[in-house]
């Protein structure tokens, strides 16, 4: 049975723990709501870039694009957002056991002999991700770009993407990230960057101003092929923000559940305490009243 200084240090090393776990809690929650906020912000732009295209769309002209041309698939890229840090709970696992099964379902759609490259961004991410590495499995461990990564260097990644779709390198690209719903709701999802979906270019149309007419210069698919660039950019934008508030998000529930049982441990601890202290007590009692004396 511990004694009664070793339950009092342990009550003090369990009150250290919850002050620690409820500060990062601050914190995270902090900068939760700061990409949540740069999240919001990337919506206006988005929504104007895909409105342009709803417009070009809508003028009864052809357009052509090596971005939107689907091809044979031998060979598919996964981008997979992770974490840099940790103390997120299982927020990493998730996406691994997501990226798995999503493996399992390209063999399926393309067959046993389509080839894969998985790109992991984050340090955890990068370190569960490589042990898939197989001959038909090729993972890119060197990748200059992190949670923490600013415009420039999205913008430089996701042409380079753009660049390898169009020379023929790889026939599909694929974005692994965790989709942002509330503080206490995200999941992982897939996301199919090239080649791009029409289906994602229409539906943005403001039906107000459609009878507004237009004059595209110098040509609606110049244009088209102008504006295709800017929209994958501004989903891995969106992509990127939204796993840095889903990151945070998931490491303010972590450190929730931490400091919810610290305070349990810590209650728990009191009150062994208290127990023993009053049975420390009582038998110094019963020693006066026994007229012993204790050396």
């Known amino acids: 049975m511990a004694t009664l200084r070793e339950l009092k240090g342990r009550i003090g090393s369990v009150k250290s723990s919850e002050k620690i776990t409820g500060a990062m809690k601050m914190i995270s929650s902090a900068k939760m709501h700061k990409a949540d906020g740069v999240l ?8 104007q870039i895909k409105t342009i295209i709803a417009h070009l769309l809508n003028s009864d002209n052809n357009y052509d694009s090596p971005l939107i041309t689907p091809r044979e698939v031998n060979h598919i890229s996964i981008v997979v957002f992770g974490s840099d840090d940790g103390l997120c709970g299982a927020y990493n696992i998730q996406i691994f056991k997501y990226l798995i099964t999503k493996l399992a379902e390209y063999k399926t759609i393309y067959g046993n002999n389509v080839r ?9 991410m990068v ?9 038909d499995i090729e993972v890119v461990g060197n990748i200059q770009l992190n949670t923490r990564s600013q415009l420039e260097e999205i913008k430089v990644f996701t042409n380079q993407l753009q660049n390898e779709f169009i020379s023929l390198e790889t026939d599909k690209i694929a974005v692994i990230y965790t989709h942002f719903k509330s503080v206490s709701k995200q999941f992982p999802v897939i996301d199919e960057l090239f080649p791009i979906d029409p289906a994602k270019l229409s539906g943005e149309l403001d039906h107000n101003n459609t009878n507004k007419p237009y ?14 660039p800017l929209f994958v950019l501004s989903t891995m934008q969106e992509i990127a923000a939204e796993n840095n508030a889903s990151e945070q998000a998931a490491r303010v529930m972590a450190m929730q559940s931490a400091n919810d049982n610290a305070k349990n441990l810590l209650e728990e601890l009191q009150i062994v305490y208290n127990k023993l202290r009053q049975q420390s007590i009582t038998t110094e009692l019963l020693d006066i009243l026994g007229g012993q004396v204790k050396e």
């Open 40 to 47: 919001r912000s990337l919506v206006p732009y988005r929504h």
């Open 116 to 124: 894969f490259r998985i790109l992991p961004i984050g340090k955890k």
């Open 127 to 135: 370190k569960a991700v490589s042990k898939l590495a197989q001959s």
């Open 215 to 228: 004059l595209f210069e110098p040509d609606p698919n110049t244009i088209f092929n102008s504006v295709l």
